[in-house]
């Protein structure tokens, strides 16, 4: 294969997988090379995904894999590194190491839809946290911002974790994030909410649940009606809980309208538990 048309061959194939472009831009920012768990953990998709991607740059004699140690480290070939000015001005990947949340969204529907993948929880969970966290931050007024707790402990004295905390100088509301895949998930979330006992001795003025209803597998095991009904119940004078529970297909956990319109509704509930007397 001669240079002319090894350069058009990368040009096609990064014109069909853009998360490739995206890996080489980011290699491009390293002296040294990345392995593909630590690439997995930049592009927030899971270690065999990436590995797929690393074999078929290798194939296509875009990246040289070296072994350090245990590590197998890839890094661009010469060849690519003479190109990728051209292709990165063509196509216009991030050009810095750090990708956006949006981005990352984008790079995870494309594999999903060029490998036929499904998301697995904690890939997803990594994906909508990230964008869900930016999302709400744009939404929220002057003098509402993200806090930071001391350790939180519920009425039998063991220790209680939130996602994000958000509030004034003067309240704090926890956001409770989670994806829900299953009646056990979702009983497990709600034993740990019912132990929290008055809010207030927590140095808390209230949680806002934020759920995420989605399908295991096939199989779609809890349905968001029953969950803001379940999650109803608990909600008592010393438990003040504002609910925003949504239903989403796996494409929709990788669909930035979609999280952002989940992200403004966050938004809004925390506005009004801090504005509440």
């Known amino acids: 294969m001669d240079a002319e048309e090894s350069y058009t061959t990368a040009e096609t194939y990064f014109m069909d997988r853009p998360i490739a472009l995206s890996v080489a831009a980011y290699l491009a920012d390293y002296d040294k090379g990345k392995t593909a768990t630590e690439l997995a953990f930049e592009f927030h998709v899971s270690v065999p995904t990436m590995y797929r991607v690393m074999n078929e740059m290798w ?16 890094q661009l070939s010469d060849d690519l590194k003479k190109a990728l000015p051209a292709f990165m001005s063509k196509m216009k990947p991030p050009s810095r190491g750090v990708v956006a949340a949006d981005r990352k969204l984008g ?27 930016q999302q709400v931050m744009a939404n929220l007024p002057v003098g509402v911002r993200q806090r930071r707790l001391g350790a ?22 926890a956001v409770d994030l989670k994806i829900i895949e299953s009646t056990r998930h979702l009983r497990e979330r709600l034993g740990m909410l019912a132990s929290m006992g008055d809010l207030r001795k927590s140095g808390l003025n209230g949680i806002v649940v934020a759920y995420l209803i989605t399908s295991m597998g096939d199989q ?9 009904e379940a999650l109803g119940s608990l909600n008592r004078g010393t438990l003040p809980i ?9 494409p929709d956990l990788v669909n930035p309208s979609f999280l952002k319109a989940f992200a403004t509704s966050i938004a809004k509930s925390v506005v009004e538990v801090v504005s509440n007397e």
């Not at 009425?155 to 509301?173: H, I, Q, W």
């Not at 504002?242 to 796996?250: E, G, K, P, S």
């Open 59 to 74: 194939r296509y004699r875009l990246l040289t894999p070296s072994r350090n140690g245990r590590r197998v480290e890839y």
């Open 220 to 228: 779609w095991l809890v349905d968001e009606k029953s969950a803001t």
């Open 152 to 173: 939180l402990r519920n009425k039998f004295g063991e220790p209680v974790r939130f996602d994000l905390f958000y509030g004034t100088d003067e309240k704090s509301v």
């Open 107 to 133: 790079m995870m529907s494309e594999l999903m839809r060029d490998y036929r993948l499904s998301l697995g929880p904690q890939t997803a969970y990594l994906l909508v946290k990230s964008s869900i966290k």
């Open 242 to 250: 504002t609910t925003v529970i949504r239903t989403a297909a796996q």
